[in-house]
């Protein structure tokens, strides 16, 4: 089983900033990506960002130069650090982990966190 724990989220003025942070615990053998999605009202869930076992990282268009993943393998905490923050972020941010997990038979597992609100105000 994996838990994420995810924080961060809030209302921010337009051009403001917000950190996410999403820590995974459990019986985790190894992680092959920590990511971020969102899900607007009546829209559908989206990538924001991903980042590989790696180090490699993905984003989507609409958040380049603005939102940057790292990633703390130590802490298998993966943080999205969100810049100029516009009112069309909005959304629920959602913490994604694929994971191989134990402790005995090896499971590959998709786990999603419960999600956090980030609402911008123009």
């Known amino acids: 089983q994996v838990q994420l724990v995810e924080s961060g989220g809030g209302l921010v003025q337009a051009g403001g900033s917000l950190r996410l942070s999403c820590a995974a615990s459990?019986?985790?053998?190894?992680?092959?990506?920590m990511g971020w999605f969102r899900q607007a009202p009546e829209k559908q869930r989206e990538l924001v960002a991903q980042?590989?076992?790696?180090?490699?990282?993905n984003y989507a268009d609409s958040v380049k130069g603005r939102f940057t993943i790292s990633r703390d393998n130590a802490k298998n905490t993966v943080y999205l650090q969100m810049n100029s923050l516009k009112p069309e972020d909005t959304a629920v941010y959602y913490c994604?982990?694929?994971?191989?997990?134990?402790?005995?038979?090896?499971?590959?597992?998709?786990?999603w966190g419960q999600g956090t609100q980030v609402t911008v105000s123009s």
């Open positions: 994604n982990v694929r994971a191989i997990t134990g402790p005995t038979i090896p499971l590959s597992r998709n786990v």
């Open positions: 980042i590989i076992s790696g180090g490699s990282t």
């Open positions: 459990g019986s985790i053998l190894s992680i092959n990506s």
